[in-house]
């Protein structure tokens, strides 16, 4: 529902050492005053387009209907590539063409996608190398003006509908309860668990007999939560967004085993009935 002061969250590659996201920032809030600006996180790593799209995705549903999501992970900035606005489960999305909603608009296929006019929006001053402060910012700002529901003939305002490019690589892989389920690290984060593609649900859903291989090393146990392992031990939990993880508890994973984004995982479930013979 819109409110006094919707809410726009941001994600980028840009990091926190720069100028780049409090640009963005003065931007937005000088054309929308009072807009509320949440930090989804700025640590994606440089053009990581499937990273983005697998975070974004993650992150979404916390946020309640009417939020607008503003993603800068650009790596074709100052070229062709159009900036699309979406409407997708009551939220928008503002980010570039690159396949960096390809996650939201699989599962969404009622969702509205525009190619935005991005002349109608460029600030006069603006940078070929900088769309995401010059134009982006300025949408997301548009966006953020309007004080009802935004319907479709309010986003055709902003330009016409497109077909928008989707990336095979940012898609789910459901396990195999009875075979191995091969799939790769999406995410290594702030505590250095290893996050995969691998979408389970919760423990549950696996047999009791579950256990992970990643790198070189084999038979990692599936856990309900790290406290069911001893401290310092190597482990593998369905995380808070239903991922495969493998992590150590009270440790750093991704050290422990000098692994990190791409490498193979493989998750292997072993029916009650084999594991009891």
Known sequence: MPTDR??????TDFGLRDTYVAQMKGVMTSQRPG?????LTHAIPPQDIVAAAFQLDDAIDAFPPGTIHLV??????????????VRSGGQFFVGPDNGIFSRILRRDQSAIVIAVDQS?????????????RDIMAPIAARLATFKREVSEVDLLQLGQPTRPMLLDATADIEPDLFENTEGRVIWCDHFGNLISNIKVGQRSDLPERADVSIGETEEIPVVRCYAETPRGSLLALIGSAGRLEVAVNGGNASE???????????????PTEAADR
């Open 256 to 270: 422990r085993l000098n692994v990190g984004v791409g490498t193979s995982i493989t998750l292997t479930c072993t």
């Open 120 to 132: 109608k929006f460029k600030r006069k001053a603006g940078s070929a190398t900088f769309h995401g």
């Open 35 to 39: 807009v509320n600006i949440v930090d």
């Open 6 to 11: 919707p809410i726009v969250t941001l994600m």
């Open 72 to 85: 800068v992970v650009d790596p074709g900035v100052g070229t062709n590539r159009d900036i699309l606005a």
